[in-house]
């Protein structure tokens, strides 16, 4: 029989890594089928701005309750900073690539990761 704890990090842990496992696999194929070099706006470009870091994110906390070991605490850990420093990074690069066009994108799509948080 499987203790409190074994049951809830495969209920909650599964479905959050299987949910950014397909997610980031879904991304991969709407990216290589849309982009061209410009600036893209609709399909999950139109719920949050870096769709690819949110799906990633879900999978690698997923992993971390999923199986709670130091590496996937540390790979959750560690996706988190660099993914949130770096989403800063880039969206300088795309201002500076994009100009006017990413600041209005911006203001349509306000969530940078997390629709309703961030």
């Given at each position: 029989?499987l203790s409190?704890?074994a049951l809830?990090?495969?209920?909650?842990?599964?479905?959050?890594?299987l949910l950014?496992?397909?997610l980031c696999?879904?991304?991969?194929?709407?990216w290589?089928r849309?982009?061209?070099?410009?600036?893209?706006t609709?399909?999950?470009?139109?719920?949050v701005r870096?769709?690819?870091?949110?799906?990633f994110l879900l999978?690698?906390?997923?992993l971390?309750i999923?199986?709670?070991i130091?590496?996937?605490v540390?790979?959750?850990?560690?996706?988190?900073v660099?993914?949130?420093f770096?989403?800063?990074?880039?969206e300088?690069?795309l201002l500076a690539?994009?100009?006017?066009?990413?600041?209005?994108?911006m203001q349509?799509?306000?969530?940078?990761?997390?629709?309703?948080?961030y």
């Amino acid at each position: 029989m499987l203790s409190f704890y074994a049951l809830a990090s495969l209920v909650v842990g599964g479905p959050l890594t299987l949910l950014g496992a397909y997610l980031c696999l879904r991304w991969w194929i709407f990216w290589r089928r849309n982009y061209a070099g410009k600036l893209l706006t609709h399909g999950p470009y139109s719920r949050v701005r870096h769709p690819f870091y949110s799906a990633f994110l879900l999978l690698a906390v997923g992993l971390a309750i999923l199986f709670t070991i130091m590496e996937t605490v540390m790979l959750a850990t560690l996706s988190i900073v660099v993914i949130l420093f770096y989403v800063k990074r880039e969206e300088a690069a795309l201002l500076a690539q994009y100009g006017k066009a990413y600041r209005e994108y911006m203001q349509k799509v306000p969530w940078r990761l997390i629709p309703g948080i961030y």
